[in-house]
């Protein structure tokens, strides 16, 4: 049976040293800043930026929430971004998407300050990432990166299978493992066949937003899943992945919740450190 990966055990690891280097930047009077919109009240979207506030105040960095209507235009959005880019004392701009219809989201997207789009979503940073160079990786594909490198799991010459295409996960994560050269095979709902896909996997990424899609009967032996599929079903939030059968075939399985969840949040955090560091110019 599977190792769990435990992805609130590794997120509070990184957030402890994630600590000690806000309070070692707090002497060169670097004050890490994390801007958070939202727009609406989603109480799904609400949930995450509280969860975003929380973890920024945990390692000691500076947050700001800013709750706009459901009745906010773009262009008031838009004026606020750039009030934003141009705010010394902000390193990173976060915008909660979804925004409602009547806003844009990728003209939303391209008005934050690449330096400070610590999503990862602008399109600068995402040709970087696509490129190779060093840049802001989306939180959620990068927390998956960390994970299976604490693991030690090998990357190199891996079949990676993503079940998933969307510009938040499945695509950024499927390219963050092609540059460490992984094979990558692409999944989603026009594939036909999925478990012929799945089941060559050495390592599973299962984004598909569909309650238990995938069992252990879709999953090779000794294979490593990744769960990031965040369903609500009777009230309990579940993953893509049916846990009970797929552990007795993986080699590695991550858990939903306490899995990529925790991660994601830690990534952003990571990226706001790194983003007031790259504006100060320091180490
Ligand atoms: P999305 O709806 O934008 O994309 C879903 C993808 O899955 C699509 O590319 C679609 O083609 C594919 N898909 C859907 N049904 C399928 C099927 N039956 N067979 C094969 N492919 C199928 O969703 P998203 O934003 O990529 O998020 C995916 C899941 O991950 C959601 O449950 C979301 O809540 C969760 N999520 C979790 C975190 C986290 O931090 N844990 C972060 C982001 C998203």
Redesign the pocket.
């Known amino acids: 049976s599977a190792e769990v990966i435990y992805g609130n055990v590794l997120a509070e690891e990184l957030r402890s040293e994630m600590k000690q280097e806000v309070q070692e930047l707090s002497k060169q009077n670097v004050y890490p800043k994390l801007v958070v919109v939202i727009i609406g009240e989603d109480p799904a979207s609400m949930s995450y930026v509280k969860g975003k506030q929380k973890a920024s105040a945990k390692v000691g960095m500076d947050s700001d929430l800013i709750e706009l209507p459901e009745s906010t235009s773009q262009d008031e959005l838009l004026a606020l971004i750039e009030k934003l880019n141009g705010d010394d004392t902000v390193h990173g701009i976060l915008v909660q998407l979804p925004v409602p219809d009547h806003i844009d989201d990728q003209a939303v997207i391209e008005a934050i300050d690449p330096k400070k789009d610590v999503d990862g979503f602008h399109p600068s940073n995402v040709g970087k990432m696509l490129t190779g160079q060093d840049t802001f990786y989306p939180?959620?594909p990068y927390?998956i990166l960390v994970m299976l490198k604490r693991a030690n799991i090998e990357l190199e010459g891996a079949h990676v299978v993503i079940?998933?295409?969307?510009?938040?996960?499945?695509k950024p994560v499927g390219q963050l493992l092609l540059n460490e050269n992984a094979t990558v095979t692409h999944?989603?709902?026009?594939?036909k066949d999925?478990r012929s896909h799945t089941k060559k996997a050495d390592i599973l990424i299962?984004?598909?937003?569909?309650a238990d899609?995938l069992s252990g009967e879709d999953v090779k032996e000794g294979a490593v899943v990744i769960d990031?599929?965040?369903?609500r079903v009777d009230g309990k939030l579940t993953?893509?992945v049916e846990f009970d059968s797929a552990k007795e075939v993986a080699s590695y399985i991550t858990p939903?919740p306490k899995?990529?969840?925790?991660?994601?949040?830690t990534m952003l955090l990571h990226n706001t450190i790194k983003a007031a560091k790259q504006i100060h110019n320091v180490q």
């Open positions: 939180c959620t927390g079940v998933g295409r969307s510009n938040l996960v499945g999944c989603h709902s026009r594939t999925l299962v984004a598909a937003g569909k899609l990031v599929g965040v369903n993953g893509d939903v899995g990529v969840g925790p991660m994601t949040i």
